[in-house]
């Protein structure tokens, strides 16, 4: 339980402001990223606008996992056929690779799978894949690329991106995924991750996908379209990959993967109390809140999630008590000015 006194994080709201996605803001060879993944059963990540403030502090943490991106020169030489190839293939020529799954679909055995990734000024390409398909070395381009950033990625852009490709197993069957990406870049702000906090943009992907099997042996193939799916993502400067993504199939939202380092979060301070401690309780909080504000603060400031200043209180002294009585049950931000700038936190009313 927190004290009064206990240690929060410090946040500069007045900064905040809509951000840029490139190229740098994309991994690289070398770059190892760990997040956590989540169930989202009853997560609505539908709500967002420019200047908004999403709080999935309440993200429990489930399985870690870390996706590693490697050289295509280090991945098995037959998987580089069209991917380390730029005299032929320039447009397959990939800047990374990264482990994948693999799967078995019935006479279908795909293993030692590696995604292969383009990155440059124009945007952030899947490629294709490598992998052994029932044990011989194979390469698979998509047809089109699948473009899944346009670079620079603003607030309000938006764009489509046609991808496919064909796994080929001779003499049993084929497998062909036809793909429809449809970007929008539909938010901005804050977002409070339970060990986090990121200055982001928020990208919807909905991803229309259609599986069609062709079997030799008949003569035969079938068509299987698979249920719409959304990418709700978060990204955040210079993080590689998104800081939240929260999966929906069918409208249900299904996994959350999230970046989680708890190792950077302070929960204690020496019991000396300075002048510039911003510290308050409780939290959650009922009818009230207990502050004590830095050295110099002159005003206090609650802001709801959507980024309206719902009570605005002039500083007359260190300690202040500041009720809550007249705004509803949510998730706020307590925001903190003064002659040595602003801080901010969250904290949640419950009733």
Sequence with gaps: MRSLFLSIAVLSLSASAQITIGPADMPVAGDTVRFQNTAAIGLDPTPTEAGFVWDFSMLTPDIENADTCVAVSSTPLLFQFYFNNPFIYPEYDADFAVRGQGFNFQQLTVSDLYDYFKNDAAGFRNVGFGANVNGVPTSVRRTPIDWVYRFPLNYGDMDTSASAFTLTVPTFFSFTQQQTRYNEVDGWGTLYLPADTFEVLRVKSTLMRTDSI????????????????????????????????????????????????????????????????????????????????????????????????????????????LPLGDIEPGSYVLRVSGAKGVRSERFMVQR
């Excluded at 009922?286 to 980024?307: F, H, K, M, Q, Y």
């Design 214 to 321: 062709y079997i030799e042996q008949f003569g035969t193939g079938f068509t299987i379209p698979e249920p719409e799916s959304i990418e709700y993502k978060w990204l955040a400067a210079g993080m590689d990959e998104p800081v939240l993504q929260i999966n929906t199939t069918a409208g249900q939202a299904t996994t959350a993967r999230f970046y989680y380092h708890p190792e950077d979060i302070v929960t204690a301070i020496d019991p000396v109390v300075s002048e510039d401690v911003f510290a308050f309780s409780p939290n959650p909080a009922n009818d009230a809140l207990w502050i004590r504000l830095p050295n110099g603060t002159s005003r206090v400031e609650v802001i709801d999630a959507r980024g309206s200043v719902v009570l605005n209180v002039p500083v007359a002294s260190a300690v202040i008590n």
